[in-house]
Nanobody
Framework: EVQLVESGGGLVQAGGSLRLSCAAS????????IGWFRQAPGKEREGVSC????????YLADSVKGRFTISSDNAKNTVYLQMNTLKPEDTAVYYC?????????????????WGQGTQVTVSS
């Protein structure tokens, strides 16, 4: 059974940083692409970033380029989202998701397995 567990969310002031973790189990990690999505109240789920566990290729949405970094520790089956220079508009529930490619990193419907989400709140 695929399990994804997010952690690392919280409340931070604008300009601050957080690092989210997504711990994966129940599948062959190297075969999957892991994505981060976020959903703010009243808004659609938005693709933030993703990483291929097999070759390390990454995707970052334009809204977070230069501020967020995604990385993977294959030995720990864990993907990290380092979020710097946070803005109030980054406030959302952040979810990690997993799927075997091919897929589009910003298309939530391409991902079949999801974590429970972690809340990130950025105060102004």
């Amino acid at each position: 059974e695929v399990q994804l567990v997010e952690s690392g969310g919280g409340l931070v002031q604008a300009g601050g940083s957080l690092r989210l973790s997504c711990a994966a189990s129940g599948f062959t990690f190297d075969d999957y692409t892991i994505g981060w999505f976020r959903q703010a109240p009243g808004k659609e789920r938005e693709g933030v970033s993703c990483i291929s566990s097999s070759d390390g290729s990454t995707y970052l949405a334009d809204s977070v380029k230069g501020r967020f970094t995604i990385s993977s520790d294959n030995a720990k089956n864990t993907v990290y989202l380092q979020m710097n220079t946070l803005k109030p508009e980054d406030t959302a529930v952040y979810y990690c998701a997993a799927e075997v490619p091919p897929l589009m990193c910003d298309y939530a419907e391409d991902f079949g397995s999801w974590g429970q989400g972690t809340q990130v709140t950025v105060s102004s």
